[in-house]
C-alpha cells in the first residue's frame, strides 16, 4: 500500500467564516489550486471559505519589505485564487500565532498582501486588527441586476483593499429574500479583478446587517473586509461622526468597525476548533 501524504493542520473560523492553516515554517509547501480546493471541499476534504499557509515572513522574498512582522499570512480563497487580505482570516490566524507560541505578547504586526496590520488578541480571545483605510470609487454607474422582476439597485465601489460593492437596499427589499446566486454586477469594467458583493440593511443607530457574496467562495457567513467596505459606506452616507464604533451584523454573528487616525480597526471573535493531520488523496499530494 502506498505511503499517505500527511500534512499538519488546525482549522478556525471568525463569526463562522472558516479556515484550514497550515504551518509552513521552512517555506517548503506552496499551494496549488487543486490542493486549497481539496482541502476546503466540506464532502471530500476538511471544509473551508480558505487556507491560510502560516510562513516566515522571511521566507517569503518578494514580501522583503515587511520583515517588522515576524509571520506572513498567504491566504488563497476556497477555489485556490489569492486575495489581497482576508480579516476574519486575520483574526483567525492572529489568534493561531498567539495559540501556538509563534508570538508570546498579545500585540504584534502580522504581515499580508496588503502590508502590516497590527492586532490586539484581547483577554476574552477576540481579535482587533487595523484594516488600514478603505478608499471609495469615485464613480457612480455601479449597479446590480437582482434578476428578480428587474430589480436594479445602485452600488458604491470601496476597495478595502480587496474590491467590494456595497449595495444599501431600499426599504422595500428584504435582505433575507433576495437571491445572491442570480444578481449581475455591472459595468464589467469597474471590478477588472472580479469583486466581493455586500447587500445591506439599516437596523438602526450605527447598526446594519449584510449578506456577501465573496469573489472565489461564493456566499459566505461573515466577510472581514466587506464589514469594513460597508462600515465606510455607511459613515459616509450617514454622516456620522468618526471614532464612533458600528456594529455589522453577519449571518455568522456580529463584527464591529471603528474609525481612528484614518485606519479602520476591525474586531470579533476568532476561534480555533481543530487540529491534526490531513490526507491528501495521492493524485494531488
Not at 463562522?16 to 486549497?36: C, G, H, K, M
Not at 471614532?243 to 474609525?259: N, T
Amino acid at each position: 500500500m502506498a505511503k499517505l501524504a500527511e500534512l499538519p493542520f488546525t482549522k478556525g473560523h471568525g463569526t463562522s467564516n472558516d479556515f484550514v492553516l497550515i504551518q509552513d515554517s521552512e517555506a517548503r509547501w506552496v499551494p496549488t489550486a487543486e490542493q486549497v480546493q481539496w482541502l476546503c471541499n466540506r464532502r471530500q476534504g476538511l471544509g473551508g471559505d480558505g487556507v491560510i499557509r502560516v510562513v516566515p515572513t522571511s521566507r517569503v522574498p518578494e514580501y522583503a519589505d515587511l520583515a517588522a512582522a515576524n509571520w506572513f499570512m498567504d491566504y488563497r480563497n476556497s477555489d485556490g485564487s489569492i486575495a489581497e487580505m482576508c480579516g476574519n482570516g486575520a483574526r483567525v490566524f492572529a489568534r493561531y500565532l498567539l495559540a501556538s507560541g509563534l508570538e508570546s505578547s498579545r500585540e504584534f504586526l502580522i504581515a499580508t498582501r496588503a502590508g502590516l496590520h497590527q492586532v490586539i488578541v484581547h483577554e476574552d480571545f477576540t481579535v482587533s486588527i487595523s484594516m488600514g483605510q478603505a478608499r471609495i470609487m469615485e464613480r457612480d454607474d455601479v449597479m446590480i441586476d437582482l434578476g428578480q422582476g428587474n430589480t436594479v439597485v445602485a452600488a458604491t465601489g470601496v476597495s478595502v483593499p480587496n474590491p467590494h460593492a456595497v449595495a444599501m437596499l431600499p426599504s422595500g427589499i428584504s435582505l433575507t429574500e433576495i437571491s445572491l446566486t442570480e444578481f449581475t454586477v455591472s459595468p464589467i469594467d469597474a471590478f477588472p479583478q472580479g469583486v466581493n458583493v455586500e447587500f445591506v440593511q439599516v437596523i438602526g443607530e450605527r447598526h446594519v446587517q449584510m449578506r456577501v457574496v465573496e469573489r472565489g467562495s461564493g456566499e459566505t457567513m461573515s466577510c472581514g473586509t466587506g464589514a469594513c467596505a460597508v462600515a465606510s459606506v455607511a459613515m459616509k452616507t450617514s454622516g456620522a461622526t468618526k471614532d464612533l464604533e458600528w456594529q455589522v451584523d453577519v449571518p455568522g454573528g456580529s463584527l464591529w468597525v471603528i474609525e481612528r487616525d484614518g485606519q479602520l480597526w476591525l474586531r470579533g471573535s476568532a476561534e480555533l476548533v481543530a487540529r491534526g493531520k490531513v490526507l491528501f488523496p495521492s493524485g494531488i499530494a
